[in-house]
């Protein structure tokens, strides 16, 4: 019943939120702008671990729907101009039990199938000044050293404030900082995790993109620090270029990360990434290379998709001194007669993995993923997805797994 509750405050919060939106049509620019969706999100996740260790489990599987409410409004006229986002969101379980549980759907765990419903409700305040936009309260970032995740039922949010700056043509800058994290499967807000270290209160950032147009390259510097456990600094160069039929492109990543505070582990760990692709048509082929260089796995915020070549849908290649390569081909449909169809097939091998005294280790994941977006009649614009991997690593074991996502977003205003 605790849960119920929880979603019936959340649905009170944002139409309390919503409501000056539409007592304020006479501030030209703050209802005009303003937009509205509701995001429906079926999801079915089963992973299968190949074997029952004893005491343990030989499957993980759930199914459960999604609602995702987003509200933005537009800015109020003057030389600053104020506004004002909504975010709410619920997760309904339509099937889990304890032996099963834990597949980061719901708010639960193995050995226990959790509520059957959880959620939440938030809102940003904004302000506007020429190009430079100010954000406080609800954040989904989504730079290179803080990206958060919505791989799984309910997006991943962050408390905090964040000022992006776009006043040179090319150039964007952002800097801000993040207090408290809401992951996919949870209700509550609380202090920051990473992959490697302990938790902080606050992950500050501060970096930048600037594009030459000329030449189609991008050159981005980052620096974020999560207080008292770790400090990055990452670089990236993107380059485009067109030979004749064919797109081609290079993504290249470096992070440098070391402690920042008192940690057990002593971090001290470089991330090489690569990426290259090349396209014609409706193929493109894209070829990875990743070097997790450490004694310790690649740090970075707990449930984030890192910027890396190698995080694909189980793995995230990142282990210490692991040494992973990539190989994917993407195909669209809509030139063999099937608009909205979209596929790829992947293929990542990792070795050299730093088992102490065990040795080293190695690991491989292979996936497939289809798309499919419905292109007209009463169901448009729903889009059906399967997902499919299969992993055979020396550290996590033998995983099978499928996952099976409908997505369908209803515009409001």
């Not at 501030?27 to 074997?51: E, I, K, M």
């Not at 379980?93 to 759907?105: H, N, Q, R």
């Not at 608009?339 to 993995?353: A, C, E, H, Q, T």
Request: no cysteine.
């Amino acid at each position: 019943m605790t849960h119920v509750k929880t979603n019936t405050l959340a649905a009170a919060v944002a139409l309390a939120l919503i409501a000056p939106l539409a007592g304020t049509a006479n501030a030209a620019g703050f209802t005009d702008d303003a937009t509205a969706s509701l995001q429906l999100r079926n999801f079915y996740f089963n992973r299968d671990f190949r074997s029952t260790p004893p005491g343990g489990r030989s499957k993980a599987e759930e199914w459960a729907q999604g609602f995702i409410f987003r509200a933005a409004s537009g800015y109020t006229p003057g030389a600053v101009g104020f506004g004002l986002d909504v975010y709410a969101a619920t997760g309904v379980k339509l099937y889990s039990e304890d032996d099963t549980a834990g597949t980061g759907l719901l708010p639960n765990a193995f050995g226990d199938e959790g509520p059957d419903s959880y959620g939440h409700a938030s809102a940003t305040a904004k302000a506007k000044i020429s190009n430079t936009v100010l954000r406080l309260g609800n954040l989904v970032p989504a730079i290179p050293i803080a990206q958060a995740s919505d791989i799984r039922l309910l997006p991943q949010t962050y408390t905090g404030g964040a000022l992006s700056i776009d006043e040179i043509d090319n150039l964007n800058v952002q800097l801000g900082q993040l207090r408290e994290v809401n992951y996919r499967g949870s209700t509550n807000r609380e202090d920051i995790g990473a992959t490697v270290g302990g938790t902080s209160d606050q992950f500050n950032f501060i970096g930048g993109t600037y594009k030459f147009t000329q030449s189609d390259t991008s050159l981005g510097l980052w620096r974020g620090e999560l207080d008292d456990v770790y400090e990055q600094n990452m670089i990236n160069v993107l380059q485009g270029l067109t030979v004749g039929d064919w797109k081609l492109g290079a993504n290249l990543a470096y992070f440098d990360t070391s402690d920042s505070g008192n940690q057990p582990l002593n971090i001290d760990h470089n991330m090489k990434s690569l990426l290259l692709s090349a396209g014609t048509g409706p193929h493109t082929f894209r070829l990875g290379y990743q070097h997790s260089d450490g004694d310790t796995a690649f740090p970075y915020l707990a449930e984030n998709n890192p910027y890396i070549a190698n995080y694909i849908q189980i793995l995230d290649f990142a282990r210490a001194d692991e040494k992973s390569w990539q190989a994917r081909y993407d195909l669209d449909f809509a030139a063999y007669g099937i608009p909205g169809l979209k596929g790829l097939v992947r293929y990542v091998s990792g070795d050299n993995i730093d088992l102490g005294a065990a040795g080293t280790g190695e690991e491989w994941e292979r996936d497939i993923d289809f798309v499919y977006t419905i292109q007209s009649g009463p169901f448009k614009n729903v889009a059906l997805q399967w997902r499919n991997a299969m992993v055979r690593s020396d550290v996590a074991g033998d995983i099978d797994e499928n996952r099976l996502i409908v997505n369908y977003t209803i515009p409001l205003m």
